[in-house]
Nanobody, 122 residues
Framework: VQLQASGGGLVQAGGSLRLSCTVS????????MGWFRQAPGKERDFVGW???????YYADSVKDRFTVSRDYVENTMYLQMKSLKPEDTAVYYC?????????????????WGQGTQVTVSS
C-alpha cells in the first residue's frame, strides 16, 4: 500500500487549502485513515481521522476549521482546511490503519504518505 499526499503550499492567514491523500495498492474503504502534522522541532501531532463508516474525529486545535472526507471512486482522502492560522504551519502526513478500531497516535497507523508542506503566513 502506498499513500501519496499532495496539495500543500503557502497561504495567508485566514485562507483555505485542500490536501489530498491518494491510496494505491489498496482500497480506501478498507482502512481507517488519519491526518497528522509535524512542525519543525516538534512531535508529530494528530489532526483527525476518518473511519471506514464515514465517522470522523478531530483534534481540538482544528475542530470546526478542518474537515476530512473521502472519494471512493478516486480512492482518495481529503483534508479541507479553512481559517488557517500561522500555527497550522507544518508538514502534513496522511496515514492508513489496517487494524480494527481507531487511533489518535502515530504508532496506530501502518502506512504513511511522504508529507506535504503547509505554510501559513501572518
Amino acid at each position: 500500500v502506498q499513500l501519496q499526499a499532495s496539495g500543500g503550499g503557502l497561504v495567508q492567514a485566514g485562507g483555505s487549502l485542500r490536501l489530498s491523500c491518494t491510496v494505491s495498492g489498496g482500497i480506501l474503504s478498507n482502512y481507517t485513515m488519519g491526518w497528522f502534522r509535524q512542525a519543525p522541532g516538534k512531535e508529530r501531532d494528530f489532526v483527525g481521522w476518518s473511519g471506514k463508516s464515514g465517522d470522523t474525529y478531530y483534534a481540538d486545535s482544528v475542530k470546526d476549521r478542518f474537515t476530512v472526507s473521502r472519494d471512493y471512486v478516486e480512492n482518495t482522502m481529503y483534508l479541507q482546511m479553512k481559517s488557517l492560522k500561522p500555527e497550522d504551519t507544518a508538514v502534513y502526513y496522511c496515514a492508513a490503519r489496517t487494524r480494527p478500531g481507531y487511533s489518535w497516535y502515530a504508532v496506530g497507523y501502518d502506512y504513511w504518505g511522504q508529507g506535504t508542506q503547509v505554510t501559513v503566513s501572518s
